[in-house]
């Protein structure tokens, strides 16, 4: 594959933001036809700078650009992009759910297609698209509107979109070219993703992929090379069909420091089996779950595994007290609780939630200060007067900035301003203060990068050392076997099996 | 909250040290000094200043509770309501109970905030729509009791009984009302909750707020604020009790909230804000007002600047003063 030419060959790309911050420094690259390659760093190590210099949103300080073989000037903006070959998928708001399918592929470039008639104009866009959607293998009409349809098949109408302005652009069919995924599969379940993937398999025969990700195995999985940037330069470029790269590897490239051992997971094992902090007996809520049974002790972590739709995530949504159950009976602490109850009155018995969708735990227009203080008002009162200790939630919010390695000008900075790992990060800080007996995790780690994730672990593996029970649900295998004991397998709403953790490494091994 | 163009000026120089004053500060010295320059004799005079301090009571005690439901993103309408339906349940009762009669005015807050409270919170309706609802059913109701005339309430001289020239005595007790307001707001876990609830509701849930009942008890601080605001509010009008709607009496609280820099959409502001809004609004308004202009621009004047106030508060002043 080396032997051919570059579709798209980068060299020597710097670029510097604001004259002090080097975003990029001397990074070069090389994208074959008929690959898919993978760029994969921390926030902020220079792969959505990179991506842009690719795309034509800025031109880079220095460095060269060969399309084809041929040296080119760099792209100014996204057009010229697309006449060296380069088209980009954004992460989110690519689509316009308004639109139908046919619509939304020539979104831009109707005026190639105005002609005096309005309606042989749409036929023949409408032909067009069809033979587009079949050679795509796009499994929708051309007439369905773009938000009828699954968010798996919304991404890969978006990628023949690119593809399709590629090729308008060269006026032909066979044109090389590369599509940047930005984080495709952010807002698809498990199912989706592996549906995206092979779409983005059978692609490959007609163009080259980059793949920008922060799912390791996914990268692994799916890319046939790998580079890592880590602060504005490449670290490291892996030939994945000529070497063998883990998981850990590529975590340690991509940090610069060890992922967590597995004697540290092993040290958090230890439960307490006399103590039963929750049980649930034949819980049951029609249309989403039905017959939970189970008993969770102090320290133990029970993770609840399965497809989008087994339930899931309404059964954590129950004992959080945000949806009810229409039968059986939970109990918290050797006390029965009703199916009513809300959030604040499980909190009070000692059930935190945590979900990794930072909007809904966070106040982005606040301090940071505040956002950690919120869930803990009760230990900054002033003793004999319940007024709030604005030093000792000081003292709070420093602690946990510095336990967690938060990334902020200050305690004062508002929330907004901060990137989405270190959001997380007060996310989890605040309950780490809190120290519930029984804490629910929903998706803990999701769409933040590897660094963030590992100090995130980090601190939950702590939590669980100081003997709170853990519930998790997510959609990432390896969480689940870095954390629970025990694994309990669900579809369509019901228990499949159950397996301990030592099984299910080996389960997902296979 | 700074922004690119507060960065891009240098340290230290005359535009930036300007930008670093509070925008609702800004304004009420802008207007000292334009409407001092415009018409020293008639602006700087005791006199003035005297209406000023009136004027800034009567919208105050209006506008403490209501700011206060502000920040969880509602609203509260019903102050002129229990101020007109209590001013005549007192003028009633005081035949009969004597001087304890003036505690209606609580009471009755109380009463209504509560019921606000729970019907916004069990029904899920606009809190607008059912305060408004509620202001024109008191109105009626204040008609029916009073036999169709105005009343005059006497007694309670105590109240407004003069003792520093040209400062309004309701003025003193006005005071506790806005330092309890701001106490709650800035130094209690209340004050805390609510402007999580106003920023993030679903977020103030899941940090396990029992938002339903912090929004009951939200309205009814209020309702009660309202209930000894309007204990002030009508002395300081002369003990009259109104049997009419007036639209200026609901209005210009609100504009003294938005003026303060405070969201209607909730989670920012609060009642330290309605005072400086309260104090740049009554400046600009008396300001106008000596300018001799015809009562009727002048509500035209204050309807575009609640308009410009709700824009530019929108903007700017976004996550102002949350300790």
Redesign the interface.
Same mark, same amino acid.
């Given at each position: 594959m080396n032997t051919a030419t570059p579709v798209i060959e980068l060299k020597g790309i710097t670029k510097t933001f604001g004259g002090v911050v080097r975003a990029l420094n001397d990074v070069s690259i090389a994208i074959y036809p008929n690959e898919v390659v993978g760029v994969v760093g921390e926030n902020g190590a220079g792969k959505t700078t990179l991506m842009k210099i690719m795309a034509g949103v800025f031109p880079p300080d220095g460095g060269e650009w060969y399309y084809a073989g041929q040296k080119m000037s760099f792209p100014k903006h996204p057009r010229e992009a697309a006449q060296r070959g380069v088209a980009i998928v954004y992460q989110e708001k690519g689509v316009i759910p308004a639109l139908r399918v046919y619509q939304y592929l020539f979104l831009g470039h109707e005026d190639r297609y105005a002609m005096s008639l309005a309606r042989l104009k749409r036929d023949e866009m409408k032909t067009y698209a069809e033979r587009l959607l079949r050679e795509f293998h796009i499994a929708c009409s051309v007439e369905d509107f773009m938000y009828n349809l699954p968010p798996s098949t919304q991404k890969m109408v978006e990628i023949a979109r690119a593809i399709l302005s590629l090729r308008l652009e060269h006026g032909g069919d066979d044109t090389a070219s590369v599509v940047i995924l930005d984080e495709p599969t952010a807002p698809l379940n498990i199912e989706e993703r592996q549906e995206l993937f092979n779409y983005i398999k059978k692609m490959k025969a007609t163009t080259s992929f980059i793949l920008v990700s922060h799912i390791m195995h996914e990268v692994l999985e799916f890319t046939d090379r790998v580079y890592v940037l880590r602060d504005g330069k490449l670290v490291s470029h892996y030939n994945l069909s000529e070497e063998k790269v883990t998981e850990e590897d590529l975590f340690k490239a991509i940090v610069g420091r060890e992922f967590i051992p597995e004697t540290r997971i092993s040290e958090t094992a230890d439960v307490n089996r006399e103590e039963v902090v929750l049980v649930a007996q034949n819980l049951t809520r029609k249309g989403s779950y039905y017959d939970i049974s189970f008993e969770l002790h102090r320290g133990e972590c029970i993770g609840f595994f399965g497809p989008t739709g087994s339930g899931k995530s309404e059964i954590i949504k129950s004992i959080?007290g945000?949806l009810d159950f229409h039968q059986g009976t939970l109990f918290i602490k050797g006390k029965e609780a009703s199916s009513k109850e +809300?959030?604040?009155?499980?909190?009070?018995k000692g059930v935190?939630?945590f979900?990794g969708e930072t /909007?809904?735990?966070?106040?982005?227009?606040?301090?940071v200060r505040?956002n950690i203080?919120?869930?803990n008002? /009760?230990s900054i009162?002033r003793k004999r007067f319940? +007024?709030?200790d604005?030093r000792m939630e000081k003292q709070m919010a420093g602690k946990i900035v510095q336990k967690f390695k938060i990334r902020t000008p200050s305690i004062e900075a /508002?929330c907004q301003s901060l990137s989405g790992g270190n959001k997380q990060k007060i996310s989890v800080g605040?309950w780490f203060e809190r120290n519930p007996e029984i804490l629910l995790l929903e998706d803990p780690t999701i769409g933040i990068d590897v660094g963030a994730r590992r100090d995130i672990y980090e601190a939950l593996l702590e939590m669980k050392e100081r003997k709170i029970a853990i519930i998790l649900v997510s959609d990432d295998p390896k969480e689940y076997s870095m954390l629970c004991d025990k694994i309990i397998f669900l579809k369509g709403g019901r228990v499949q099996k159950v397996l301990s953790s030592q099984e299910f490494k080996e389960v997902i091994a296979t | 909250m700074r922004n690119a163009s507060d960065r891009s000026l240098p340290k230290g120089s005359i535009g930036a040290k300007i930008r670093k004053i509070d925008p609702t500060i800004l304004m009420l010295i802008v207007l000292v000094i334009v409407f001092s320059a415009i018409f020293p004799d008639r602006f700087l005079t005791p006199l003035n200043f005297s209406s000023i301090l009136g004027q800034f009571v009567t919208i105050i005690v209006f506008a403490l509770g209501p700011s206060m439901v502000a920040t969880i993103g509602s609203m509260d309408l019903s102050y002129v309501g229990i101020w007109m339906l209590g001013g005549i349940l007192v003028w009633r009762l005081i035949p009969v109970v004597g001087a304890p009669a003036i505690l209606v005015y609580p009471l009755l807050g109380l009463a209504t905030g509560f019921l606000i409270g729970v019907i916004q919170v069990k029904v899920k309706m606009p809190s607008f729509i059912l305060t408004l609802s509620l202001l024109v059913a008191y109105s009626g109701l204040t008609a029916i009791l009073s036999g169709g005339y105005p009343r005059i309430v006497r007694g309670y001289d105590f109240l407004a009984a003069r003792l520093i020239p040209y400062v309004p005595t309701t003025l003193f007790w006005s005071i506790p009302l806005i330092i309890v307001a701001i106490f709650l707001m800035k130094n209690t876990k209340l004050g805390a909750y609510l402007y999580a609830i106003g920023s993030n509701e679903e977020g103030a849930r899941l940090a396990g707020i029992n938002v339903e009942k912090y929004k009951i008890l939200t309205f009814t601080i209020s309702g009660l604020l309202t209930g000894f605001g309007s204990i002030v509010q009508f002395k300081h009008l002369g003990g009259s009790v109104p049997i009419a709607l007036n639209l200026n009496n609901m209005t210009l609280p609100l504009v003294a909230i938005v003026f303060g820099g405070t969201l209607l959409s909730g989670g920012s502001g609060g009642p330290d804000r309605t005072v400086l809004g309260t104090l740049a609004f009554v400046t600009l308004y008396r300001g106008l007002f000596i300018t001799l202009l015809p009562p009727e621009i002048l509500q035209l004047v204050v309807g575009l600047l609640l308009v410009l106030a709700i824009v530019a508060s929108s903007r700017g002043l976004k996550g102002v003063s949350i300790t």
């Open positions: 959080a945000i +809300i959030p604040h009155t499980r909190l009070a935190g939630y979900c /909007e809904k735990q966070l106040f982005f227009n606040w301090p505040k203080s919120i869930v008002m /009760e009162l319940p +007024i709030i604005f /508002e605040k | -």
